[in-house]
C-alpha cells in the first residue's frame, strides 16, 4: 500500500516537470540583437536606425512570433541576408583563425614565462648589486670631492 502511494506521488511529482521540459523557452528580440549586425550599416542592429535595420528587425520579429528558438532565427537570418548579418563569424574556415589566434597567443605566452620565470629566479643576487655598489661609491666619492671645494 505504502509503494503504491509513494510511486503515485513521485508520478504526480514528476509529470509537471517533463511537461515543462517539452515546452520550448521563446526566444525575444533582446537575445537575438546582441548576434545581429545591420548588413548596410555595419554595425549592431540594436543601434542601427536604417531602413534596412527596420526591415532586418521586422524579419527578426515574424520569426519569433512563429515561434523560432535563437538558434533558428540566426539560421533563417544567415538565409535572407548572408554571413554578414552575424556579429560574430562563423567558427569555420579562415574565419576559425579569429577563434585561434588568441589561444595560441596566450598559450604560447604561458610557455615563454613558464620557461623565463624559472631562469630569471635561478640567477645570482648579487651579481647585480655589485655594480650597483661600486657606483654608488663613486658617487659617495665624486660628492665628498665637490662638497670640499665648497667647504674651503
Known amino acids: 500500500m505504502r509503494r503504491a502511494a509513494l510511486i503515485g506521488a513521485l508520478t504526480i511529482a514528476l509529470v509537471?516537470?517533463?511537461?515543462?521540459?517539452?515546452?520550448?523557452?521563446?526566444?525575444?528580440?533582446?537575445?537575438?540583437?546582441?548576434?545581429?549586425?545591420c548588413v548596410t550599416c555595419k554595425?549592431?542592429?540594436?543601434?542601427?536606425?536604417?531602413?534596412?535595420?527596420?526591415?532586418?528587425?521586422a524579419y527578426i520579429e515574424q520569426l519569433i512570433a512563429k515561434g523560432d528558438t535563437l538558434a533558428q532565427v540566426k539560421k533563417a537570418l544567415v538565409a535572407q541576408y548572408g554571413d554578414a548579418v552575424l556579429a560574430l563569424p562563423p567558427a569555420s574556415g579562415f574565419d576559425l583563425t579569429i577563434y585561434v589566434v588568441p589561444v595560441v597567443v596566450v598559450a604560447a605566452l604561458a610557455g615563454l614565462l613558464a620557461v623565463l620565470?624559472?631562469?630569471?629566479?635561478?640567477?645570482?643576487?648579487?651579481?647585480?648589486?655589485?655594480?650597483?655598489?661600486?657606483?654608488?661609491?663613486?658617487?659617495?666619492?665624486?660628492?665628498?670631492?665637490?662638497?670640499?671645494?665648497?667647504?674651503?
Open 16 to 37: 509537471p516537470s517533463a511537461s515543462s521540459a517539452a515546452v520550448k523557452e521563446r526566444t525575444t528580440m533582446a537575445q537575438v540583437l546582441p548576434y545581429v549586425m
Open 43 to 57: 554595425i549592431p542592429l540594436a543601434a542601427a536606425q536604417s531602413p534596412q535595420a527596420e526591415q532586418e528587425r
Open 117 to 152: 620565470l624559472p631562469r630569471w629566479r635561478e640567477r645570482e643576487p648579487g651579481v647585480a648589486d655589485a655594480g650597483a655598489s661600486e657606483l654608488r661609491q663613486a658617487d659617495a666619492a665624486r660628492l665628498d670631492a665637490e662638497l670640499a671645494q665648497y667647504d674651503r
